[in-house]
Structure formats: C-alpha cells, structure tokens
C-alpha cells in the first residue's frame, strides 16, 4: 500500500526516527533526575517492550487492522520505535509517575503520556509506516492507557519485591 506522501522520503523517516530515538535517551540520561533504579529501568524497558510488541503483532499478523510497510526504512523505522521510543517514553512516564503524590496529578500525566504516544502511533500512520486499517482512533488510546496502567503495575510489584529485601539494602536505601 503506497503513501503519497513519502515519494523519496523513506530513508529521511528512518534517519528522523533514529534521531528522535536518541534525543528521547539523551535527554533521559542526561537531564533527568533519575527517580527509579538502573535495575528498574531495565526491568520496566524488557517488561514494556514485551507489552508494546504484544500489542502490536495481533493487530498486525491475525486481524490486520495494522499494516506495516514492505520497504526496508520504514520497517526499520517501525523496529526502532517499538523497541526504544516506545519504551523510553513509558519509562520517562513512571519516572515521573513515583514522584507525584496526588491522584489527580497522576492522572493528567496519565492523560499527557497516552496522548503522546497515541499521537506518536499516528504520526507512523501519517508518514506510511505502521498505516492503519478499519481501526477506530479511541482503540490507540484505550490501548495505551491499558499499557501505562499495566506498566505502574509491574513497577508497583516489582517495587514491593525490592523493599521486602529480595535484594540489597543498599538498592532499598536507594528507593526511599
């Protein structure tokens, strides 16, 4: 399925997506103050990942409402950003997620995260990568609201498994 508005474009998407993916880890290195451990952000990048995948390969391979490019750039483009911007971004999320103490503040950065990365599936739509087909809008939200949510599940459990002592004190004294 050919999208006009990519012509000679499709390398220049790939090389757009690479930057945005490092920017989004650079900027989450660099400038942000780290409010999970390194052994949690590794958890929570394996654990997200695992869900954004398995989000997206039923959609794609059984009920073909997703349909993913035939040409390289943007196969690789659509690689990428599930398995490092997607990530990342959720990871930035509970980062700031754990720091929040009021309900409703959870919330907006609930609402602000599932915007930014629905918008962000469909600027893949837009640019012909991952090309939606029959899909309704709200199931991207309602989908990304259901990974955010699962994703402060895991980082919850996990959590309580970290200060029950299952590890160090010194990665409990960390936490607190």
């Not at 955010?148 to 002592?165: A, D, N, T, W």
Request: net charge positive; glycine share 4%; hydrophobic share 55%.
């Amino acid at each position: 399925m050919p999208y006009p508005l990519l012509g000679g474009l499709k390398t220049m998407v790939l090389a757009f997506f690479i930057l945005a993916n490092a920017t989004v880890i650079s900027l989450f290195v660099k400038f942000t103050k780290k409010n999970l451990h390194i052994l949690e952000i590794a958890m929570y990048w394996f654990s997200i990942t695992i869900l954004v995948q398995n989000y997206t390969a039923p959609f794609v391979m059984n009920l073909k409402y997703l349909v993913i490019q035939d040409i390289l750039s943007l196969e690789l483009s659509h690689l990428i950003n599930r398995t490092v911007l997607y990530p990342y971004l959720c990871i930035i999320f509970l980062n700031r997620y754990v720091i929040l103490k009021t309900a409703g503040a959870k919330l907006v950065l609930l609402a602000f995260f599932v915007f930014l990365l629905s918008g962000m599936e469909w600027l893949e739509d837009w640019l012909g990568i991952c090309v939606h087909v029959h899909w309704k809008v709200w199931w991207t939200f309602f989908c990304w609201s259901i990974i955010l949510l699962i994703s402060v599940g895991v980082m919850k459990f996990f959590r309580k498994h970290l200060k029950k002592g299952l590890y160090t004190d010194e990665l409990y004294n960390e936490l607190e």
